[in-house]
């Protein structure tokens, strides 16, 4: 199972991925998303950024959906639980 450092290291890499493969700068992405370069250099190098700048992160890279599916699955406690759902 991950902790949270495997997960915020994980996030960060694919956001990274994410934003060369849009080709966008650090830079470019800061000025698109209206999240000042240094929050994205800090998320880049710590896995740090308030959630309003992930948001508007998220919605340059065209991944604000994904944020919409965030805990949306039940959390099954038991085989019964799974098969009375159905």
Avoid: H, P, W
Avoid at 15 to 23: M, P, Q, S
Avoid at 37 to 64: D, H, P, Q, T, W
């Amino acid at each position: 199972m991950a902790n949270i450092l495997d997960i915020k290291q994980e996030l960060v890499r694919r956001i990274r991925l994410r934003r060369r493969e849009a080709k966008l700068s650090q830079s470019a992405l800061a000025q698109k998303s209206n999240v000042s370069l240094g929050s994205i250099k800090r998320f880049e190098n710590s896995g740090e950024i308030s959630l309003s700048s992930l948001l508007r992160i998220a919605f340059v890279l065209g991944y604000e959906t994904d944020f919409n599916r965030l805990f949306e699955r039940k959390n099954y406690q038991s085989i019964d639980e799974i098969l009375n759902a159905k």
